[in-house]
């Protein structure tokens, strides 16, 4: 999946709700491309656990700091100037603005990349995605906050470089669907 020798690597963000496999399908993406990973949930300061382990979601002030840091690890990774560089970061990016942000926060060094951080949208039906995260054990983000992330939701825009991709499948065809999606857009 890498671009031909003496390009940039990409840099990736997968995006979506909780519960749909951004993590999973990020780690297996970073370890394909051959880049670093890193997941967004590591970023999040103590303040913004609690109160998402209390049920309550956050609003944009408990974000900024958190989308900045986000920001600056993409920021890191396009400036770190050789081959090997881009990665892939899991982030629920749910609104237009907050990957604008992504996006902005970066400045002229995604000039690199030339269109800055390219998006894979991981796509589910609410029931569905409500089933994985009761399975899923030992997370901050409780299954009562799902609803609110739905809600919140804005799919990417035609003026957003990425792609959208169903989990509804087995998480190989997961996989294999995020290659055709990325092969198709040229975006890796």
């Known amino acids: 999946m890498n671009g031909p020798a003496g390009t940039h690597a990409p840099l990736v963000v997968v995006m979506g709700v909780s519960g749909s496999g951004k993590s999973t399908v990020g780690e297996w993406l970073a370890g394909a491309l051959g880049v670093p990973f890193a997941d967004a949930?590591?970023?999040?300061?103590?303040?913004?656990?609690?109160?998402?382990?209390?049920g309550v979601p956050l609003d944009d002030a408990d974000r900024a700091p958190w989308l900045d840091a986000l920001a600056d690890w993409l920021r890191r990774?396009?400036?770190?100037?050789s081959p090997a560089d881009g990665g892939v970061?899991?982030?629920?990016?749910?609104?237009?603005?907050?990957?604008?942000?992504?996006?902005?926060a970066s400045g002229r060094l995604f000039f690199v990349h030339l269109t800055g951080p390219r998006f894979v949208h991981l796509t589910g039906p609410r029931p569905l995605i409500a089933r994985r995260l009761a399975r899923r054990g030992g997370h901050f983000m409780p299954s009562s906050l799902l609803r609110s992330q739905f809600e919140a939701l804005e799919p990417l825009g035609g003026d957003e470089h990425g792609?959208?991709?169903?989990v509804v499948g087995t998480p190989q065809e997961t996989r294999e669907a995020v290659r055709s999606a990325l092969a198709r857009a040229r975006l890796c």
């Open 41 to 54: 949930d590591d970023f999040h300061p103590a303040h913004n656990i609690e109160k998402m382990s209390a």
């Open 77 to 81: 990774r396009a400036a770190a100037g």
């Open 89 to 104: 970061l899991v982030c629920s990016a749910l609104k237009h603005r907050y990957r604008d942000r992504l996006r902005r």
């Open 163 to 166: 792609a959208a991709v169903s």
